[in-house]
């Protein structure tokens, strides 16, 4: 059974950072494609940023650019996303996902994202 579980999500002040993990079992997890997504009330899910199965290329959506970064702790099957000078725009649930087995196509936004997690909800007050 694969299992994607998201933790770290609070509600928080504008400017502060938060650090969301997301723990993986049931899969090889070094062999895949590790992305957030997020989703705001009334707006469809986004993506926010992802690592390739390698480590080695990271991607992010231009509203986080400079203020998010994702990581993973292979020995821990985890990955990360590191949130600083948070915005009430961030403000949204959050979603880990895998997918893209040894994908290595040049945009990381189009992996075949089949696991996800059940979110953790991110909210930031002005």
């Known amino acids: 059974q694969v299992l994607l579980v998201e933790s770290g999500g609070g509600l928080v002040q504008a400017g502060v950072s938060l650090r969301l993990s997301c723990a993986t079992s049931?899969?090889?997890?070094?062999?895949?494609?590790k992305a957030w997504f997020r989703q705001a009330p009334g707006k469809e899910r986004e993506f926010v940023a992802a690592?390739?199965?390698?480590?080695?290329?990271?991607a992010y959506d231009d509203s986080v650019k400079g203020r998010f970064t994702i990581s993973t702790d292979n020995s821990k099957n985890t990955v990360y996303l590191q949130m600083n000078s948070l915005k009430p725009e961030d403000t949204a649930v959050y979603y880990c996902a895998a997918g893209g087995r040894y994908y290595c196509g040049s945009d990381l936004r189009k992996a075949a994202y089949g696991y996800w997690g059940q979110g953790t909800q991110v909210t930031v007050s002005a």
């Open positions: 049931g899969i090889t997890f070094s062999a895949y494609t």
């Open positions: 690592i390739s199965w390698a480590g080695s290329r990271t």
